[in-house]
């Protein structure tokens, strides 16, 4: 009967734990106190995913207080987020200055001495003011479970390199100081704030970005040279690796399924991206997430010294392409035959607002896409003018097979629409296949107040319009104006789940919880209240 309830228990608790809801998780942790039973088949949810330092778990004696060792194999995340302010000078806390300036944390080795004693660890992510210490690399190192390795917003030296090869297949790899922006919808919420900005270890950083810099380059490089033939996914800054260093890499075993670079400078390099997928025969899914320059794009094609028809072929294999405005897509795309999910977005750095491309540029490249051959189920579009019926007849002609198709206008703004309802219904008509779709069709101006607002429920009735319309619609969603603070806003979609009845052919829609994109992903949104890298 124990095993019988303790095995109820674990359903009932991973299916809570779906939600990913914070009251359901403090109801959880209250409930794992009534008996011993409900606390053991507890403990493997509340404490798979952790972070540390907790800012109020110290006393004065020993210093920040880890986890207990009880709990140390129940760990399949571990997130080292060390707080911005302890390293300010005037509220030091938890560390010291070293005779460079440097901070240097304390009771680091807590953490340092638990991870090889963490017997389910898949995942660790860092973000710290600090240069990390090489001895946790090392201590990672001596993790065979370790499978995704992640690093933003922390300086990094050779030292890094102690992280040994063995299981870790995903690797994501940000600088400092790299605060960006997709379309004008949610960011990370520390990059809207001045003091972001304006930590002391941060501009110090900055002064030093030229010896720093060239010294996170060679350790990243290191890095890859010893990994490259485990991994799997790559999430990678242009700031912190070239394609040069990429093509100079093998990647015999297990070729990368995913490319992502996050910023770098547009200018001409040699060996450039074709030289790069050459050396990665398996490589389905490239983003090329590029931030916005002042100076000229980058050419995907002309940056190439000779560029080959075995090259070019190379692009034929790709399956998913996401690529920002930075980047000069002119004939790319129609050498991309088996592409199935295209992403066209608009990325600057904070605190600058980006320029998405314009209706003629997405013609153009609907053009390219059209001459590919290729089958095309998923659309994801930013845009600047305000969208029309003829852009989505377009789409829809030259796309027919979508299942998914997304439209967002980069800085969207409620006005008169020029074009009803109907026609925007009729010139996607011909997409059979629709399950998804989110549009930047305009509305009347209204203010965005609560959800009995004219905003929200003209909305709602183009909703259920189009779920008449479209018959193979399954969720629909429409862009609004949201207010993100006392003077700012951002854009937003109200998005609906539609369901059938199969009898009478009525629909019932269903408001669904706001979601964005964090950064680098592209194709699937994830909840607003996951706001985080």
């Given at each position: 009967?124990?095993?019988?309830?303790?095995?109820?228990?674990?359903?009932?608790?991973?299916?809570?734990?779906?939600?990913?809801?914070?009251?359901?998780r403090?109801?959880?942790?209250?409930?794992s106190?009534?008996?011993?039973?409900?606390?053991?088949?507890?403990?493997?949810?509340?404490?798979?995913?952790?972070?540390?330092?907790?800012?109020?778990?110290?006393?004065?004696?020993?210093?920040?207080?880890?986890?207990?060792?009880?709990?140390?194999?129940y760990?399949?995340?571990?997130?080292?987020?060390?707080?911005?302010?302890?390293?300010?000078?005037?509220?030091?806390?938890?560390?010291a200055?070293?005779?460079?300036?440097?901070?240097?944390p304390?009771?680091?080795?807590?953490?340092?001495?638990?991870?090889p004693?963490?017997?389910?660890?898949?995942?660790?992510?860092?973000?710290?003011?600090?240069?990390?210490?090489?001895?946790?690399?090392?201590?990672?190192?001596r993790?065979?479970?370790?499978?995704?390795?992640r690093?933003?917003?922390?300086?990094?030296?050779?030292g890094?390199?102690?992280?040994?090869?063995?299981?870790?297949?995903?690797?994501?790899?940000?600088?400092?100081?790299?605060?960006?922006?997709?379309?004008?919808?949610?960011?990370?919420?520390a990059?809207?704030?001045?003091?972001?900005?304006?930590?002391?270890?941060?501009?110090?950083?900055?002064?030093?970005?030229?010896?720093?810099?060239?010294?996170?380059?060679?350790?990243?490089?290191?890095?890859?040279?010893?990994?490259?033939?485990?991994?799997?996914?790559?999430?990678?800054?242009?700031?912190?690796?070239?394609?040069?260093?990429?093509?100079?890499?093998?990647?015999?075993?297990?070729?990368p399924?995913?490319?992502?670079?996050?910023?770098a400078?547009?200018?001409?390099?040699?060996?450039?991206?074709l030289?790069?997928?050459?050396?990665?025969?398996?490589?389905?899914?490239?983003?090329l997430?590029?931030?916005?320059?002042k100076?000229?794009?980058?050419?995907?094609?002309?940056?190439?010294?000779?560029?080959?028809?075995?090259?070019?072929?190379?692009?034929?294999?790709?399956?998913?392409?996401?690529?920002?405005?930075?980047?000069?897509?002119?004939?790319?795309?129609?050498?991309?035959?088996?592409?199935?999910?295209?992403?066209?977005l608009?990325?600057?750095?904070?605190?600058?607002?980006?320029?998405?491309?314009?209706?003629?540029?997405?013609?153009?490249?609907?053009?390219?896409?059209?001459?590919?051959?290729?089958?095309?189920?998923?659309?994801?579009?930013i845009?600047?003018?305000?969208?029309?019926?003829?852009?989505?007849?377009?789409?829809?002609?030259?796309?027919?097979?979508?299942?998914?198709?997304?439209?967002?206008?980069?800085?969207?703004?409620?006005?008169?629409?020029?074009?009803?309802?109907?026609?925007?219904?009729?010139?996607?008509?011909?997409?059979?296949?629709?399950?998804?779709?989110?549009?930047?069709?305009?509305?009347?101006?209204?203010?965005?107040?609560?959800d009995?607002?004219?905003?929200h429920?003209?909305?709602?009735?183009?909703?259920t319009?189009?779920?008449?319309?479209?018959?193979?619609?399954?969720?629909?969603?429409?862009?609004?104006?949201?207010?993100?603070?006392?003077?700012?806003?951002?854009?937003?979609?109200?998005?609906?789940?539609?369901?059938?009845?199969?009898?009478?052919?009525t629909?019932?829609?269903?408001?669904?919880?706001p979601t964005?994109?964090?950064?680098?992903?592209?194709?699937?949104?994830?909840?607003?209240?996951?706001?985080?890298?």
């Amino acid at each position: 009967m124990l095993v019988l309830n303790a095995d109820i228990l674990h359903v009932l608790i991973a299916e809570l734990l779906s939600n990913d809801d914070t009251e359901v998780r403090s109801s959880l942790s209250t409930l794992s106190r009534t008996s011993r039973v409900i606390r053991d088949s507890c403990l493997p949810y509340l404490f798979a995913e952790v972070k540390w330092p907790h800012q109020e778990m110290y006393d004065d004696i020993s210093g920040l207080h880890f986890f207990p060792e009880t709990l140390w194999s129940y760990f399949r995340i571990v997130h080292l987020d060390w707080p911005d302010e302890w390293s300010e000078p005037i509220r030091l806390r938890w560390g010291a200055y070293d005779k460079e300036g440097n901070y240097t944390p304390y009771h680091l080795e807590k953490l340092i001495s638990a991870i090889p004693h963490m017997s389910r660890l898949q995942q660790f992510s860092m973000s710290c003011p600090f240069t990390p210490p090489p001895s946790i690399f090392g201590a990672l190192g001596r993790c065979p479970t370790l499978t995704t390795f992640r690093v933003w917003e922390t300086p990094l030296d050779i030292g890094m390199i102690l992280l040994q090869p063995g299981s870790v297949q995903r690797v994501t790899l940000s600088p400092v100081d790299q605060a960006l922006r997709i379309g004008d919808g949610p960011i990370n919420p520390a990059f809207t704030e001045v003091i972001y900005y304006m930590r002391d270890w941060r501009r110090k950083y900055r002064t030093q970005l030229t010896d720093r810099r060239s010294k996170e380059v060679f350790a990243c490089a290191g890095f890859l040279r010893h990994h490259s033939s485990n991994l799997t996914q790559l999430e990678l800054s242009g700031d912190l690796c070239s394609f040069a260093t990429l093509a100079a890499n093998d990647w015999p075993n297990h070729p990368p399924k995913s490319q992502t670079f996050f910023h770098a400078e547009c200018r001409k390099v040699t060996p450039g991206l074709l030289s790069v997928l050459d050396r990665m025969n398996k490589l389905q899914d490239l983003r090329l997430l590029f931030a916005q320059m002042k100076s000229e794009k980058f050419d995907l094609l002309t940056d190439e010294a000779t560029p080959n028809e075995a090259a070019l072929s190379k692009l034929a294999t790709l399956h998913s392409f996401a690529a920002s405005n930075a980047c000069k897509l002119d004939g790319i795309l129609s050498h991309m035959s088996s592409l199935s999910r295209l992403a066209i977005l608009a990325i600057v750095d904070l605190p600058r607002w980006p320029i998405a491309p314009t209706q003629a540029e997405v013609e153009g490249l609907l053009g390219d896409l059209a001459g590919s051959g290729s089958r095309l189920t998923q659309l994801r579009l930013i845009v600047e003018d305000k969208l029309t019926p003829a852009l989505c007849y377009m789409i829809s002609t030259q796309c027919p097979h979508l299942e998914t198709l997304e439209i967002e206008r980069c800085g969207y703004h409620d006005g008169k629409s020029i074009s009803t309802w109907q026609e925007f219904a009729e010139s996607l008509s011909r997409l059979s296949r629709l399950r998804s779709l989110r549009i930047c069709m305009q509305f009347p101006e209204y203010d965005e107040m609560d959800d009995f607002e004219p905003w929200h429920m003209v909305r709602e009735e183009c909703a259920t319009f189009f779920a008449k319309e479209l018959k193979s619609l399954k969720r629909v969603g429409f862009e609004y104006r949201k207010r993100a603070g006392t003077h700012r806003y951002q854009d937003a979609w109200l998005e609906y789940d539609i369901v059938r009845n199969d009898r009478d052919g009525t629909e019932k829609l269903f408001q669904l919880a706001p979601t964005w994109y964090p950064f680098p992903d592209a194709w699937e949104p994830s909840p607003l209240n996951a706001l985080s890298f």
